[in-house]
């Protein structure tokens, strides 16, 4: 069964911390990508990554920047969180040739105060 | 800037009943449009998806209705069980930049009363 594993589920840091999620993916998918969640907004696209040490920004990338040294492990950083920054973050994976269906993990919910 | 506007926000539906959310876009660049379903606790996953060329998909209990000329397309789930309870998404898919990207609708949450 495929995977997509965020390293944490749950995750409470103080404003001002250097925040790093972690996403691991076992499908050898060149794609992926983090997404932020919130109640009534569905789901942001943060940035994107299409192969190694290849980043886009997507729709909402201020305050945060990515890190992918290895095909399957795709890091979202916040430089400096802050309280808006609180959300549910999503990682997904995709091939690029198999029809457009991300993968998602399970998602970490943090929270900055 | 939301380019895809999902309603209702929220759905309650009887067991047996017919859930119907919709969804409308306004980038005729988009060429791909899944749905994906939520359980709590979980990531979304894909549930089913069409493209434009086609007006009608159906898989199972499932589905997805598709007006190119509205710019709109809807979910129908028949039959609706409490099993069904989720948040479903509508997205829209196009190539941008170096991959392809899914731009999300804001949500549902359906409930299903037995």
């Known amino acids: 069964d495929v995977k997509v594993t965020q390293s944490s589920r749950y995750l409470v840091k103080r404003t001002g911390e250097k925040v790093f999620l972690e996403c691991v993916q076992d499908?050898?998918?060149?794609?992926m990508f983090w997404y932020r969640q919130d109640p009534g907004l569905g789901l942001r696209l943060i940035y994107f990554?299409?192969?190694?040490?290849?980043?886009e920004k997507g729709d909402i990338p201020e305050g945060y920047s990515v890190s992918r040294e290895k095909k399957e492990r795709f890091s979202l950083i916040l430089e400096s969180a802050s309280t808006n920054q609180t959300s549910m973050y999503l990682c997904?994976?995709?091939?690029?040739?198999?029809?457009?269906?991300?993968?998602f993990g399970s998602g970490t919910r943090l929270t900055v105060v | 800037q939301q380019q895809v506007k999902q309603s209702p926000q929220s759905l309650i539906v009887q067991k047996g009943g017919i859930s119907i959310i919709n969804c409308a876009y306004e980038?005729?660049?988009?060429?791909?449009f899944p749905w994906y379903q939520q359980f709590p606790g979980k990531g979304p996953a894909l549930l089913i998806a069409?493209?434009?060329?086609?007006s009608e998909k159906k898989e199972g209990r499932f589905t997805i209705s598709f007006n190119k000329s509205a710019k709109q397309f809807s979910l129908h789930i028949m039959d609706s069980q409490p099993g069904d309870s989720a948040t479903y998404f509508c997205?829209?898919?196009?190539?941008?930049?170096?991959?392809?990207?899914?731009?999300f609708g804001s949500g549902t949450q359906l409930t299903v009363l037995p």
């Open positions: 997205a829209a898919s196009m190539v941008g930049g170096s991959a392809r990207q899914l731009t």
């Open positions: 499908m050898d998918h060149e794609n």
């Open positions: 069409i493209r434009p060329d086609v």
């Open positions: 980038n005729t660049a988009f060429d791909y």
């Open positions: 990554s299409y192969d190694v040490k290849m980043k």
């Open positions: 997904a994976s995709e091939h690029p040739r198999t029809g457009f269906g991300y993968t």
